[in-house]
């Protein structure tokens, strides 16, 4: 048990170090949300009723809402960290909980390092493109394909990842995953992922980003 809490602190004063490293005014940050939750809760509650049942209510909502300010710096800290690297896009995919997302890294590489990932979930098989979109398209383009002939009554969506205006950031890229219609149950998802096996990657061996941001990200929503 005591190793348990051993770790569990560890962990989180990694995640702290990592995020101040981007964000140098964090525990200004935290401390902030934390005491002003904490009058806005204290001082109408502690009049209306008693400062006892102010202070029961209020520490815990100010610290609730520090911790979560801290998950989100700490989220985006961890995304910055491997932002631009190649394959960050999957590492990102990997790390998410639920959702049923099966991703295949790298099904097509260039010359460039620009990476094409395929994923599979609900929505049917979504292409992601790591690089410029000039670049990236002829390689979607010709995924896209390569797949159909595979699965031609599977829906199939492309999905950009960058930072151009016609893109999708790491940050945001689970909220537009999430936005894509559920077309697919689970067992037809397995289903479509095991037809698609026989297709393998561009390169399997290429290695995905793995630093801080999965483990970081699977930790703060733990103590979240």
Known sequence: MFGKIRSTFSSLAQNWQ???KVYRLLPLEVA???FG???VVLIPVGLWLNWITAAILAIPLAML???YWFSRRAMRAAY??????????????QSYRGGNWLITPAVA???SQDIVH???GRPGVVLLSEGPSNRVVPMLANE????ARWLPDIPIYEIQVGNADDQVTLLKLQKALNKLPRNLRGGEITEVRRRLDALGNAASSMPIPKGPMPTSTRQVRRQR
């Open 18 to 20: 990592m995020t101040q």
């Open 32 to 34: 902030g949300i934390f």
């Open 37 to 39: 939750v904490l009058l």
């Open 65 to 67: 809402a520090g911790t």
């Open 80 to 93: 910055a960290q491997i932002e631009g690297q190649p394959g960050a896009a999957a590492a990102v995919v």
């Open 109 to 111: 590489v260039n010359k």
């Open 118 to 120: 395929r994923v599979v």
């Open 144 to 147: 896209r394909k390569r797949t």
